[in-house]
């Protein structure tokens, strides 16, 4: 399953895609804000990696990502690339991915319906995550039936989060299965396999 998107380019850049110096600047502020948020190590928090790590990783992000053939896509705010990244997956529902969701934390039950042209989704904003060091996130979710698609933003600077959710249920409504035809309106027509 390949995902598309028609997020608004005046608010978002679109990091899949980019190679070279077209797309650089947010390719690296995504993934410094990724990097930033994983696994730390030590009581002293301190973080995985080099600057060269950083360096390649953003090197190979692009070329990763086009690999991943649609299953994966990301962007950053156009304005202020180190303010939000947004990356949506795709992956296949398989009885350990259903078992993993049905053992989260009770911290990630407090969703809310949200309706999109995937269908109705789930919603789950966290404004201070249960993780102290954490960054604040919204999770976009839909269950196709066969695969589980999913929409994640992180934010470091918790007090501005909140003014970008009109803008991240945006980027989440925008999200579309490949082949899928549109009706002129937002209704997305499903055609069946020929």
């Given amino acids: 399953m ?8 005046d608010l978002w850049i679109p990091v899949t895609g980019s190679l070279g110096w077209k797309g ?25 990696g080099s ?11 692009p070329f990763a990502m086009r690999k ?8 950053t705010w156009k304005a202020e690339p ?8 795709t992956q296949e529902l398989t009885p350990h ?4 969701r049905a053992s989260m934390p009770m911290e990630y039950d407090d969703t809310e319906n949200f309706p999109t042209p995937l269908g109705v989704g789930e919603k789950l904003v966290m404004m201070t ?15 196709t039936g066969t695969h589980l698609v999913t929409l994640t933003a992180v934010c470091p600077d918790r007090e501005r989060f909140g003014t970008l959710e009109p803008s991240l249920d945006d ?24």
């Fill in 97 to 100: 991915v259903r078992m993993a």
């Fill in 129 to 143: 995550p249960p993780n102290p060091r954490g960054l604040p996130f919204a999770t976009y979710t839909w269950d």
């Fill in 171 to 194: 980027l989440a409504r925008s999200i579309r299965i490949a082949g899928n035809a549109t009706a002129g309106s937002d209704d997305v027509l499903r055609l069946p396999p020929a």
């Fill in 24 to 48: 650089r600047r947010h390719r690296k502020a995504a993934l410094r804000m990724l990097m930033a948020n994983g696994p730390r190590v030590g009581a002293g928090g301190q973080r995985r």
């Fill in 68 to 75: 991943a053939d649609g299953r994966v896509l990301a962007w």
């Fill in 82 to 89: 180190e303010l939000v990244v947004a990356i949506a997956t």
């Fill in 51 to 61: 600057g060269f790590g950083a360096w390649l990783a953003s090197q190979l992000a």
């Fill in 2 to 9: 390949r995902l598309i998107s028609s997020a608004d380019p």
